[in-house]
């Protein structure tokens, strides 16, 4: 018996296996090691995943400045005085979207200067594609009027002047100068990001762009047993870092070395992103990162050594870059069968690219929490074209499972804003869906943070069902939101949390 949506259960755990499964009306009982735990009128379902989170960034944000929600930049300004903890002399923080202010302009060094006269200032925007510095860190880096554009970034200027605004790439150029975090730190921003996740009724998630020097406090993290969500890594490899620090593919029951993580383009928001026309708004269309012949040459040697492959693409060129590239692995007998390739956004993408993901079983790692969120400046960036948009009832129509993420700390990391958002596909701040062709079922939706989440891993054989022998991750919760109206999902409490049949989290 598999069961992949919410059911009412007595389910029997034992070493972390479910070994017992009787379907029963009033509720959930859960009966392992631990004793005997009774949710009355709850379901069970099988444990939620984040398929594309920045796990580590979390804990910083939730332990540091946090920038996001604001409404102005004077507002975002004030935020940043009342912050008394630096990072050396810098003062870094994260989440500022000037598409949410009242004047939806890029700021200015200037802007924070007034402040900042002699502290570095480096706030990175909410997409993580952009950062804001001041004059101070400009100076720092060396960073003047006249310093080129860096392969794959921009230094935004205005009448030949720098501004303060970096652009992918171009953020390296100060990012460097800031003081690491002591490996205490680290530890604390880690605990503290698994123990919201668990709270928020996840139980694993695939970690992007992990620097190789956090993998040993993970191991570390995961051997003493204080991880309570399963944590699947994607190693930074843009750069080669994978290479530098000599990762391998290793496996885990609470931290798995999975696979490599590169970029093709930039953000949306940012105009990063590489379009095939140019932005509606901007005389441009987009950065390319990598070209396909390196995404090739990189994702080879991946390969060859055993890791998955993950690559970032939000433009209607990026993915059809990235599709080439794949095309060409699984071809030319590189990427057999087993090997995941994995497009991580597939946000922007013509409607011939979806056919061939399918063909060439690339999988699809939307976050549909970016639609709501992105919805009005969406609008003012892609203006009419014919490439979909946020398409996931395209993806599935084509046969593909989609990995339900949040892409957080730059989105909520609560799963069920992110089922919300695919199943209703409101913007915030707005009363009407947006694209409705594209809204998928409250089955699928599960099934995206679920047993399609673990499609994208290679872990589906063990997790994505509630079935004996399984592993025991599950959520529990308060409603049915597979057949509750979908505008209650967002109203849904988790009442527990149980990752290898232990419960790691319950509601007071």
């Known amino acids: 018996m598999d069961i992949m949506t919410p059911i009412q259960a007595i389910i029997t755990i034992e070493r972390g296996r479910i070994i017992g499964i009787e379907q ?18 709850a379901y069970v379902l099988p444990g939620l995943v984040d398929s594309h989170c920045h796990f580590h960034a979390l804990g910083e944000l939730l332990n540091g400045l946090r920038l996001y929600d604001l409404h102005s930049k ?38 924070l200067d007034a402040i900042f006269p002699d502290t570095p200032v480096y706030l990175r925007r909410a997409d993580g594609h952009a950062a804001w510095v001041n004059s101070k860190a400009m100076e720092c880096a060396g960073i003047t009027d006249s310093t080129p554009n860096p392969e794959g970034g921009t230094i935004i200027r205005e009448d030949g002047k720098a501004t303060g605004i970096l652009i992918d790439n171009a953020m390296d150029i100060v990012a460097h100068l800031i003081p690491e ?19 928020l009724g996840l139980t694993e998630v695939h970690d992007m762009d992990v620097h190789p020097s956090l993998l040993p406090i993970y191991l570390e993290l995961a051997e003493n047993g204080l991880l309570p969500v399963r944590i699947q890594s994607f190693i930074k490899a843009q750069q080669d870092q994978w290479i530098e620090h000599g990762c391998l593919p290793a496996g885990g029951e609470f931290v798995r070395i999975a696979g490599l993580k590169f970029f093709v383009d930039g953000a949306l928001g940012s105009r990063g992103a590489a379009m095939i026309e140019n932005y509606a708004d901007a005389d441009h269309n987009g950065l390319i990162l990598m070209d396909e012949e390196t995404l090739f040459q990189k994702a080879k040697r991946g390969i060859e050594e055993g890791f998955s492959i993950a690559t970032h693409a939000i ?29 991580e956004h ?15 079983a690339i999988k699809a790692i939307p976050q549909s929490v970016h639609c709501i ?11 009419t074209r014919a490439s979909k948009t946020y398409p996931w009832k395209s993806l599935i129509n084509h046969g593909l499972h989609p990995a339900g ?39 699928d939706a599960i099934n995206s943070y679920t047993s399609w989440a673990h499609e994208a891993s ?29 505008d209650d999902i967002l109203h849904t409490q988790v009442l527990a949390t149980y990752t290898a049949g232990i419960r790691r989290y319950h509601s007071e």
């Open 458 to 486: 290679g872990m589906e054989y063990r997790r994505g069902s509630i079935a004996l022998k399984y592993d025991a991750d599950l959520t529990i919760l308060n409603k049915d939101i597979a057949s509750c109206p979908a």
């Open 373 to 383: 969120s992105d919805a009005p400046m969406a609008k003012t960036r892609l203006g």
């Open 181 to 199: 975090l002591t490996k205490d730190m680290q530890i604390n921003n880690i605990l503290t990001a698994a123990k919201h996740c668990s709270s």
């Open 405 to 443: 993420s949040s892409d957080f700390p730059i989105e909520s990391a609560n799963p069920l804003v992110g089922i919300d958002a695919y199943c209703r596909r409101i913007p915030f701040n707005d009363n009407s869906a947006w694209m409705p062709e594209e809204i998928i079922s409250q089955e």
């Open 24 to 41: 029963m009306l009033g509720g959930v009982t859960i009966i392992s090691e631990q004793g005997i735990h009774t949710y009355p009128g």
């Open 74 to 111: 004077e507002e975002t300004i004030n935020h940043c005085k009342l912050h008394t903890d630096l990072r050396g002399e810098w003062l870094y923080g994260m989440g500022w979207n000037q598409e949410l202010w009242k004047e939806a302009v890029y700021p200015h060094a200037k802007d």
């Open 346 to 360: 597939t946000q922007i993408i013509k409607m011939e690219d979806i056919t061939r993901m399918n063909e060439y």
């Open 315 to 343: 433009g209607d060129m990026a993915n059809h870059i990235v599709i080439n590239a794949y095309e060409r692995l699984r071809k030319d007998g590189i990427a057999d069968a087993d090997v995941i390739l994995r497009i």
